[in-house]
């Protein structure tokens, strides 16, 4: 039950962290490796989300 917890704890905590790193990236609020920091996300995973709202704003 314990690893089941942390597992969705973990998961909540990277759902904030790409949420976050999404508006900064709409907001145009810094470079990928700015908000790869701010957001604790890995780069290629800011470039991925960064990727993803293009494909939907365009």
């Known amino acids: ?3 089941l917890m942390e597992d ?3 998961e909540r905590v990277t759902d904030e962290r790409i ?3 999404a508006r ?3 907001k145009n609020k810094g ?5 790869a920091e701010l ?3 890995p780069i290629d995973m800011v470039q991925q989300i960064e990727a ?3 494909g939907i704003s365009a």
């Open 24 to 26: 900064l990236l709409q």
């Open 19 to 21: 949420m976050f790193a």
């Open 1 to 3: 039950m314990c690893k």
């Open 8 to 10: 969705r704890i973990n």
């Open 52 to 54: 993803e709202l293009k």
């Open 31 to 35: 470079s990928i490796e700015e908000i």
């Open 39 to 41: 957001s604790e996300l």
